[in-house]
């Protein structure tokens, strides 16, 4: 009864996050990605790049750029338009705009496992092998499992779609201002060399580890985890090489290869790799003929 009366009292005032109730607009972009596919670090950039005047940091991240989950409804309502909405749900037709991130799933599960230890839902000892099993199910997240996340949006967004931005975070990683320049033309912001020279100093992996120990209590995203482990890790791609066993690799590359050949990522058994991609093909001329 109490419980139902402080919901009520909050959706009254607005306090409450809307979730997948979120009201779309027209003209929202939403930045999507799987978790742990550096979803974080480019709302850094991006609420850096578009608001240079309010730096961003781990307490107000969630008002530069919004998440449902996070960010209240009241809040949203003060947002000014065109909104950039975070999201790590699958293919949703009401996005009108997309930037979607995606990063190889062998560093993705290296990352959610450290996470995972960092929230306290794991120990230390909890192995590699079981938690990659989980992994591979989607039983990791609410968001389904990596493959069936970034295939729903791949087949369903084509190639060239003016509404939808493909970023790998590899990318990202080996030339950030190259990366932020192609997110600054599709949100059609006229961006200098010295305005995206700013964004991604501030936006620095260095810079947020900082913002992180000074306001770890202040963001949902490290409140009330363990403060010995960092949320802002390596902030490298590649780092699987040497933090998976190679049987787990395999099980993903088993699992996923079609979809990772297909992005660009090298397979420990690139003999396999043609043979992915036309197991990709396929799905996408199965998808298209829906």
């Not at 970023?167 to 080996?174: A, F, I, K």
């Not at 961006?191 to 620095?204: F, G, K, L």
């Not at 090489?241 to 699992?255: C, F, K, N, Q, Y």
Request: charged share 25%; glycine share 6%.
């Amino acid at each position: 009864m109490l419980a139902h009366l402080i919901a009520g009292t909050k959706r009254m005032f607005g306090l409450h996050r809307p979730g997948r109730s979120l009201i779309i607009l027209p003209d929202d972009v939403f930045l999507v990605s799987f978790p742990k596919s550096g979803n974080t670090w480019t709302r850094f950039l991006l609420a850096n790049l578009i608001y240079p005047e309010t730096p961003a940091t781990f307490a107000n991240i969630h008002q530069l750029i919004p998440d449902p989950s996070a960010t209240t409804k009241k809040e949203f309502l003060r947002i000014p338009r065109p909104r950039i909405v975070k999201s790590h749900e699958c293919f949703d037709p009401r996005y009108p705009r997309v930037i979607y991130i995606v990063r190889d799933p062998r560093d993705v599960a290296l990352s959610q496992y450290h996470y995972h230890r960092k929230l306290m839902r794991i120990g230390d000892d909890y192995s590699m092998e079981e938690f990659v099993t989980r992994f591979l199910a989607g039983k990791t997240c609410p968001h389904g499992s990596w493959g069936q996340n970034v295939a729903t949006w791949m087949i369903t967004r084509k190639e060239g779609d003016p509404g939808f931005l493909l970023l790998r975070y590899e990318d990202m990683v080996s030339d950030t201002p190259r990366e932020l320049e192609r997110i600054a033309a599709f949100l059609n912001i006229a961006a200098s060399p010295e305005r995206i020279a700013q964004t991604v100093e501030r936006s620095s992996a260095d810079r947020m580890r900082k913002l992180e120990q000074a306001q770890s209590d202040d963001c949902s995203l490290t409140k009330d985890s363990r403060k010995d482990l960092s949320f802002v890790r390596s902030a490298s791609a590649g780092g699987w090489r040497t933090g998976l066993p190679e049987a787990e690799v395999a099980r993903l590359e088993d699992a996923w290869g079609h979809l990772m050949a297909h992005l660009g990522y090298e397979l420990l058994s690139p003999e396999k790799a043609a043979n992915f991609n036309s197991r990709f093909a396929e799905t996408i001329l199965q998808g298209a003929s829906r």
